[in-house]
């Protein structure tokens, strides 16, 4: 059977997901909406071979085994399922992430595995339904067969949880500054950090009503180009997020004394009337949502509060491409 290749983008989610309303399908509890990027992606090669015995995998060159192993490996039995065949398959991953940007992630992972792997078993799979299987590897990574400002409808089961695209092609100025920040804390994935919150946090269901109120005013801000409210609204969702898991039992944190430098050198530049918003996802890391106008500011600024912090800018990128 012929080998493929797809590559994906990973996205940032200006409204979250955070929390299962089924665990084993990946109905997420929130709609949520977000921005793929240009600069981070993977390029993944599937080809089903008789011959083998079992699956392959390898991600920059090295054998992935245990956990992440056997987590696509019952990926790759939804696509065999679906294809109705049996062969086992040869994957190969890479990840493009400028190194320690911290941003690997499942999202462009999963989407970039549900093309290759669909388009390698014979599938001819249409949008919808590549960001359903994606989905089911990772549900970030539903997000990332679009490009652009995407939303995934939360849903209530397999068929009507998947992503739409709302903006493939941004055409004004809009960008994620990404702050490196080093001293990670120690670390609880984003699966089982998510489940605990939703388990023991009285201010979970909270934040899932709010953050599902506020899906019409986030598309209503892209769409009208309103950078102000996108950026008021995705720090105050983020904020809340991370809000939920430092008031589970027992609470956790994954920001860190330095994210919350940047979370308020962020508040202080819009005093100065430079407009940045910063939002976290499972790490210290902090995106600044910002205009490139206003990078050498903002730049100039965090090197004054942070003397060699690296920086890493993004701009908003495509959706998955089969690429061989
Ligand atoms: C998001 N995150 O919306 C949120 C915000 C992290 C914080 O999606 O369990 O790796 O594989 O579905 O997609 C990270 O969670 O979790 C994530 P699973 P995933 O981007």
Known sequence: MQAYTARAHTNIALLKYWGKANQTEIIPTTTSISLTLDEFYTDTTVQFDETLTEDQVSLNGQALTGNSGEKITRFLDDVRSMANISAKASVKSTNHVPTAAG???????FAALAGAASSAAGLELSKTELSRLARRGSGSASRSIYGGFVEWMRGVDDQTSFAIPLTEQVDWDIQLLTVVINDQPKKIDSRGGMQ???ATSPFYQEWVDNTNALTVPMENAIAAHDFTTLGQMAEANALQMHATNTTACPPFNYLTDASWDVIQLAAQLRQTGIEVYATMDAGPNVKLISKST???QIQAQLQQLMPNITTV?????PGLKIVK
Request: overall charge negative; glycine content about 6%; cysteine-free.
């Open 103 to 109: 941003l690997a992630s499942s999202a462009s992972a």
């Open 196 to 198: 605990h919150t939703m």
């Open 294 to 296: 206003d990078t050498d």
């Open 313 to 317: 800018v993004a701009t908003p990128g």
